[in-house]
Nanobody
Framework: QVQLMDSGGGSVQAGGSLRLSCAIAGSTDSRWCMGWFRQASGKPRERVAGIDVRNGRINYAEPAVGRFIITLDSARSTLSLGMTNLKPDDTAIYYC??????????????????WGRGTQVTVSS
């Protein structure tokens, strides 16, 4: 019954920063992995960053390495994604997610995955 509400998107110039937040409501029991995905226009959804809450493992997709930081507060009430040095290729709708299934610390993408509604990030060159 977990519900996710993502926010914090906006429009920035290349090199700028944004911080996305995902408010987590309801029970997170058995939602072992939480993270962020994004989907650019005309492209498939892709992984950005994930956390396995069982052991704290964090995984970043290659484009995020060195630029994005994923955090989950101790109460598991807020999942955040700090983004710096944003690039036009980062333009996408960003979704937070949580799942009982995990794949390399990312939430598995299945019918059992809870999703935020998405928040738009637009990076201008």
């Amino acid at each position: 019954q977990v519900q996710l509400m993502d926010s914090g998107g906006g429009s920035v110039q290349a090199g700028g920063s944004l911080r996305l937040s995902c408010a987590i409501a309801g029970s997170t029991d058995s939602r072992w992995c939480m993270g962020w995905f994004r989907q650019a226009s005309g492209k498939p959804r892709e992984r950005v960053a994930g956390i396995d809450v069982r052991n704290g493992r964090i995984n970043y997709a290659e484009p995020a390495v060195g630029r994005f930081i994923i955090t989950l507060d101790s109460a598991r009430s807020t999942l955040s994604l700090g983004m710096t040095n944003l690039k036009p290729d980062d333009t996408a709708i960003y979704y937070c997610a949580a799942s009982t299934f995990c794949r390399e610390a990312y939430p598995g993408q299945s019918t059992l995955t809870a999703w935020g509604r998405g928040t738009q990030v637009t990076v201008s060159s």
